[in-house]
Structures are given as C-alpha cells and as structure tokens.
C-alpha cells in the first residue's frame, strides 16, 4: 500500500532537503522550480489541510506560514522526526499512508501532497480518490504535484532520454515506480466526482487540482 519504498526514505531522511534543492544533477529537473511547485499547491489550499506523505516538513511548512490548519500524515519515523524538528513539537504528523491513516479531529476542505502520489499504483490511487471523496464536500479539493506525463509514449521517450544521458538511476526510478499519465488521472479523479485541472510545472511535475463536484 504505497510502503514498499519506505527503505529509500528512511535513508534519505537526512540528505533529502539537500536532494530537492537540486544537489543531485540526475534529478535536478525532477525538482526544477521546487520552491514554486510547493507555494503553487499551498496557494490552492484551503483553510484546514490533510497532508500526505509530509517528508521533511516543506510544503506543512508553507501551509502554515499561510495560517492554514495541517494534519499530516507521514509513514517513514525518520522523515516525521525531521519534520518535527523543523516545524515544532505541535504541529499534528502522525504514522499512515495514502490508503490507511488517522481521519483527523475535525473535517477538511483539501486533501494535499507533493512528490509521493506515484508510490501508489493506478488501481490504489483510485481507491485513495475514492476515500477522499468520502472526507470532501462539493467545492472541496484534492491538490497534488507528482511526476507524472502526458501519454505512455510522453513516458517511454523520457526514460530513453534519461538512459541517453547516462542517468541510470533516474530511469530505473521511472521504471519502478508507478509514474502514470494524465488521461488515467483524468479517469480516476472523474469516476469519483472530482473535476480536474493539470498544470505543467517542469519537464517532470504537474500540478493536479481536482474539485469535488457533489455532496
């Protein structure tokens, strides 16, 4: 259930503020206009914020500089001991994933995460954006930024390009992970009454704003 790569962040925990700010050339793309892509999805919140796969605190971080109410919801111990660190003893991250995880306290009006929807493959992000349905009301959203590309040829062509480039570990990233396309994203959010709107952020991410349309 979106787990399986918890190994990777628990090494990671420690360089990963380094890694998004573009230290690593392989993914140096990936996280081109990082600082954007997190204040994009910040900006479109609303006032009280589910948060998944919270990392290192960066994007809670600019929820609540906005003022805005975040519960997050973080699998790796390591990323939620950083987080904590950065952000402060009580801000609410606790253990969960994409699919099981603590309702909070009180309703939400967005649902938000950067960089982690792709650890789900397509037949669980559909039931991730079935659940959330459940937690929204009509108006409210779910507002993701992930990799992901236009078609399966958009795909095939980026991984060539990356093993062109001698960037092996990007495109066996690609290959192993559950990277999809825009029209199956378009098919999940619509067959659970969501509306949704994509925003091309770099040659990688886009940002996914999907409105729910009922209840």
């Known amino acids: 259930m979106g787990r399986e790569f918890l190994d990777l962040f628990e090494e990671w925990a420690d360089s990963y503020d380094q890694f998004v700010e573009g230290y690593d050339e ?6 081109a206009n ?4 997190l204040n994009t999805v910040a900006d479109k919140a609303g006032n009280v914020v589910l ?10 971080k600019k929820l609540l500089e906005q003022g805005k109410t975040v519960y997050g919801i973080e ?11 950065k952000l402060g003893a009580h801000v609410a ?9 603590p309702l909070p306290p009180e ?15 397509d037949e669980e992000k559909g039931e991730a954006i079935a659940k959330y349905g459940e937690l929204l009301k009509k108006g409210d959203k779910i507002v993701f930024a992930d990799t992901a590309f236009r078609d399966k040829q958009s795909f095939q062509r980026a991984v060539q390009e990356a093993r ?16 999809t396309t825009l029209d199956v994203l378009t098919k999940l ?5 969501f509306s949704v709107t994509f925003t091309q952020k770099n040659a990688f991410v886009w940002v996914m704003e999907a409105v729910k349309q009922e209840k």
């Open 26 to 31: 392989e993914y140096r793309e990936v996280f």
């Open 34 to 37: 990082y600082d954007d892509i």
């Open 51 to 60: 948060e998944f796969g919270v990392g290192t605190g960066n994007l809670t």
């Open 75 to 85: 699998p790796s111990e390591p990323m939620r001991k950083k987080a904590q660190e």
């Open 93 to 101: 991250i606790v253990d969960g994933d994409f699919l099981q995880f």
């Open 107 to 121: 309703p939400v009006d967005t649902i938000v995460s950067t960089y982690a929807f792709h650890h789900l493959t």
């Open 164 to 179: 062109a480039r001698g960037f092996h570990n990007l495109a066996d990233d690609l290959e192993r992970e559950y990277y």
């Open 189 to 193: 959010f619509t067959e659970h009454g």
